[in-house]
């Protein structure tokens, strides 16, 4: 069982940035691998990033390539999304999440947080 709680979000205007943070208990959250996604007003919840349980093999949804960076501290058992350039579009509530297998579907993922708002303004 892991349990998860987001955090970090916030208003921040367009080419600020803001950095996320995933707390997680459990004994077993390096065994995971995690997961950032988001969900705009009338829209479907969609993938941002993800990482494997050692932080070796990253993957990012194309619009965020280059500007978000997931990382993670197994000690800690904390996941982060660092999230630079912030365009309007990036408004969403942000989840993190956790599945046994490495992918960008949400339909994978075990375990997921509360959501936090992430506002960008213009």
């Known amino acids: 069982q892991v349990q998860l709680v987001e955090s970090g979000g916030g208003l921040v205007q367009a080419g600020g940035s803001l950095r996320l943070s995933c707390a997680a208990s459990?004994?077993?959250?390096?065994?995971?691998?995690m997961g950032w996604f988001r969900q705009a007003p009338g829209k479907e919840r969609e993938f941002v990033a993800t990482i494997d349980w050692s932080g070796g093999r990253l993957f990012y949804e194309d619009s965020v390539k280059g500007r978000f960076t997931i990382s993670r501290d197994n000690a800690k058992k904390t996941v982060y999304l660092q999230m630079n350039s912030l365009k309007p579009e990036d408004t969403a509530v942000y989840y993190c999440?956790?599945?046994?297998?490495?992918?960008?579907?949400?339909?994978?993922?075990?375990?997921w947080g509360q959501g936090t708002q992430v506002t960008v303004s213009s």
């Open positions: 999440a956790a599945a046994t297998l490495l992918s960008g579907s949400p339909r994978t993922y075990d375990y």
């Open positions: 459990g004994r077993t959250f390096s065994s995971y691998a």
